[in-house]
């Protein structure tokens, strides 16, 4: 079941990456033209944080129930982790960085609650979601990284 699962949280990251760049065309799009903030956009917003959201529990679970997070720690010790990159970006890095990334999107989801002008709105959301790709993008054990995983699941 856990490979499953871990299979499931590889192939969420295309998911959020393709609603995270959708929503960033949308929202830059949407202040440089004054465009009004729509049912369309909410929808886009809305998707991309459910998807950050389910993609956090999983990988919550890999973290407490998996070899990577906490089995980790409790059994090598955390100066032992932290001393080794791969064992380190999953115990540490990775986990933090997309907590941050999360964050910044469910907050960027939640501008449209604002009463403030749908240009402000499409600004606001760019910005957020702009940032939490950086992170995301950087937080991604690609291939070629020393934490390196498969692109596409069971790969
Ligand atoms: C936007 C959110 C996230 C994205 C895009 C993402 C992406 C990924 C990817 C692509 C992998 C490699 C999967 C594979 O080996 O096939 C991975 C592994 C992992 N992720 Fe995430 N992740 C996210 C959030 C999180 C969070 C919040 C946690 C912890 C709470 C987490 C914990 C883990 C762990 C422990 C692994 C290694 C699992 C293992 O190999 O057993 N991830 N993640």
Redesign the pocket.
């Known amino acids: 079941m ?1 490979t499953g699962i ?2 499931l ?2 192939f ?2 295309w998911v ?1 990456l393709i609603l995270l760049i959708i929503a960033l065309v949308r929202h830059f799009s949407g202040f440089t033209n004054k465009k009004a903030f729509t049912a369309g956009d909410r929808k886009i917003d809305l998707f991309l944080m459910i998807s ?1 959201h389910i ?2 529990l999983i ?2 679970y ?2 407490f129930a ?4 906490l089995k980790n720690i409790t059994s090598n010790g955390m100066g032992q982790v932290m001393k080794q990159p791969v064992q380190r970006f ?1 115990a540490v890095e ?2 933090v960085g ?2 941050i ?2 964050i910044l999107i469910t907050v960027g989801r939640g501008v449209v609650k604002k009463s403030i002008s749908d240009t402000a709105k499409h600004k606001k959301a760019f910005w957020l979601f702009f940032l939490a790709l950086i992170i ?1 993008l950087v ?3 690609w291939p070629g990284r020393e934490a390196a ?2 692109l596409f ?1 069971g790969m």
Do not use: C, D, K, V
């Open positions: 856990y871990l299979h949280h590889n969420m990251r959020i950050a993609t956090l990988g919550l890999q973290w998996g070899p990577w997070g999953f990775h986990l997309m907590l990334a999360i995301i937080s991604i054990p995983r498969p699941p």
